[in-house]
């Protein structure tokens, strides 16, 4: 059974300049997390959807970020206009409702110079 | 306000003794809880959980323990091995949804 798939591994942009990580998750998985890691911290949630709902968007900071999950299977993170200190690393990860483990995908690095 | 702490950024461990790693966690209605291992340039892959009804749970080498009325949680590896090197984080839910993350302690097993 295939993971969680994100793409691209990696991106380096300039700030002001707009950027865009997709993520697929593993089939069958309802719920799907957006995560920000910055260097030596823990994954800091951004947004979770259940199916094509986003439930909890509370962290997600509204004026450069957006995300959607069309159709409840793929989503797609976006920010514009991108900001130096927004440069970690954008973890996506799914789970099946209620059985509690996140499975999560390799993850999207950003460099924004 | 960390909700889930991991006090220690780093620990080292020699090959074949125990590691334990400790999390804290400030918000009573947490009741499931994660550990997970990180190496470098990868994803989290989860170790194991523990839901608040049990104050134990056992997958092979991996051991964690709850202390609820401390809000104290630690995973101990038996024996140790360079492989278990890595970052671990502690996770902690109500119910499952929206996992908060300690910051993850270093653990370096020396052969």
């Known amino acids: 059974e295939a993971g969680v798939v994100q793409s691209p591994r990696y991106k380096i942009i300039e700030k002001k300049q707009p950027v865009a990580f997709w993520c697929n998750p593993i089939s069958g998985h309802n719920t799907l997390y957006w995560y920000l890691q910055n260097l030596g911290q823990g994954p800091e949630l951004l947004i979770r959807y259940e199916n094509e709902e986003a439930v909890d968007d509370s962290q997600l900071p509204k004026d450069r970020f957006s995300a959607e999950r069309l159709k409840g299977v793929d989503s797609t993170l976006k920010i514009q206009p991108a900001e130096l200190g927004d440069s970690a690393v954008y973890l996506c990860?799914?789970?099946?409702?209620?059985?509690?483990?996140?499975?999560f995908g390799e993850g999207s690095r950003l460099t924004v110079l | 306000d960390q909700q889930v702490k991991q006090n220690s950024p780093s620990l080292s461990v020699q090959e074949g003794r125990i590691s334990i790693l400790n999390c804290d966690y400030t918000?009573?209605?947490?009741?499931?809880f994660l550990w997970y291992k990180k190496y470098p340039a990868e994803g989290p892959t989860f170790l194991i959980s523990?839901?608040?009804?049990?104050d134990k749970n056992e997958d092979g080498r991996f051991t964690v323990f709850l202390n609820k009325s401390a809000k104290h949680l630690s995973l101990h590896i038996v024996p140790s091995q360079p492989g278990d090197s890595a970052v671990y984080f502690c996770?902690?839910?109500?119910?499952?949804?929206?996992?908060?993350f300690g910051p993850g302690t270093r653990l370096s097993v020396l052969p």
């Open positions: 990860a799914s789970t099946a409702t209620n059985t509690g483990e996140l499975f």
């Open positions: 523990i839901s608040s009804i049990k």
């Open positions: 996770a902690a839910s109500v119910r499952g949804q929206n996992f908060v």
């Open positions: 918000n009573s209605m947490f009741d499931y």
